[in-house]
């Protein structure tokens, strides 16, 4: 059992895990390539670079100075995160790693799909959270939106408490492996349609799919997802923290853009690095 798990390897999630696993702690950073950082030619405006960087090379060199100072990385996507005297982090390789202190830092998160309804449903129909709302969808027939291992994930949660699931891709493959019992339905999705509470779905062909509950599981689950399963607070698209980088859920703390503000790499090293010390701090304090 790792002392720290850090979520996401961006410029976040690397800044607590130096300042973790430089402090001695055991650190495992569990990431998957990709972020805002990995789309951004070129950074001028960051300390200490004469010549504009790319946002590649600083996601190499992060990465590489982390593994230097000890700390652990496995390259896989969070999909699940649940607690039991410590937290356990599960993967889209169905791998599950635990620790008394975790660092959510997945970056910033869009999940409000642009499909006529979904806002206006939200609470009454719509649901980003499997863990959080299955019970309320017992015995009825619900659809999960989104097509990869995150999809799978909430999918699988929800099987055996509802009547029935059905995997709405819109448009897109499947990107993982929905066993038999889940209806896999392709096609693209043209609004989501109800009264005062969610009736179904309506297919770009003028077909429907009844449906008393969707599942928003679009991509890879974001921090906000992984916080709200075991019900920190979240304000919108970002995760409640205090100065400490602490959520109102004690050992887990998140940094960088999913906790909004400034969206720029200097403020999400910063977190990182205010996470990172916090962590060092608590861990010295809770040992005899
Ligand atoms: C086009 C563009 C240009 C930008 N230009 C600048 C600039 O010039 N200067 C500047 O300061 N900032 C710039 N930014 C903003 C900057 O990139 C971000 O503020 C910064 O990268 C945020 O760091 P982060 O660690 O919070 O998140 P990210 O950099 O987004 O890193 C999050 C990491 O977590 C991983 N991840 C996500 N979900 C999971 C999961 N479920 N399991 C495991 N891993 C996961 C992601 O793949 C990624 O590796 C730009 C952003 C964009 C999009």
């Known amino acids: 059992m790792a002392d720290v798990i850090v979520v996401g390897c961006g410029p976040a999630g690397i800044s607590a895990a130096l300042y973790t696993a430089r ?36 996601i190499e060199n992060g990465l590489a100075q982390a593994k230097r100072v000890g700390a652990g990385f496995v390259e896989d996507e969070a ?33 409000t799909p642009p499909i006529k309804g979904v806002s206006e449903f939200e609470g009454r129909g719509v649901s980003y959270c499997a863990v959080c709302d299955a019970f309320f969808y017992r015995k009825k027939n619900v659809a999960v939106l989104g097509a990869g291992s995150y999809a799978l994930h909430e999918a699988e949660t929800l099987l055996p408490v509802v009547a029935s699931v059905t995997i709405l891709t819109d448009g897109a493959e499947p990107a993982a492996e929905f066993p038999p019992e889940m209806k896999i339905e392709k096609r693209k999705i043209r609004e989501l349609f109800g009264g005062k509470a969610l009736e179904g779905v309506r297919f770009e062909d003028g077909t429907a799919l009844k449906a008393d509950g969707v599942f928003i599981a679009i991509g890879v689950a974001g921090s906000v997802d992984l916080a709200r399963k075991i019900g920190a607070e979240t304000n919108g698209s970002s995760i ?8 109102n859920v004690p050992g887990l703390y998140a940094a960088g853009d999913c906790t909004g503000g400034l969206l720029q790499i200097s403020k999400s090293v910063c977190d990182g690095a205010v996470a990172g010390t916090s962590i060092v701090k608590a861990f010295h304090r809770r040992k005899p």
């Not at 001695?24 to 960087?53: M, Q, S």
């Not at 982090?89 to 998160?109: D, E, I, K, M, N």
């Open 23 to 58: 402090a001695g702690l055991g650190t495992l950073i569990v990431g998957k390539p990709g972020g805002a950082l990995a789309k951004t030619e070129k950074i001028e405006n960051y300390y200490g670079f004469a010549e504009p960087v790319s946002g590649r090379t600083l």
């Open 240 to 247: 409640t923290v205090g100065a400490d980088r602490q959520t």
């Open 79 to 111: 999909v699940g995160l649940s607690w039991d005297e410590v937290f356990s982090v599960s993967t889209a390789s169905a791998a599950v790693y635990r620790a008394p202190y975790v660092v959510l830092a997945t970056g910033a998160q869009c999940r």
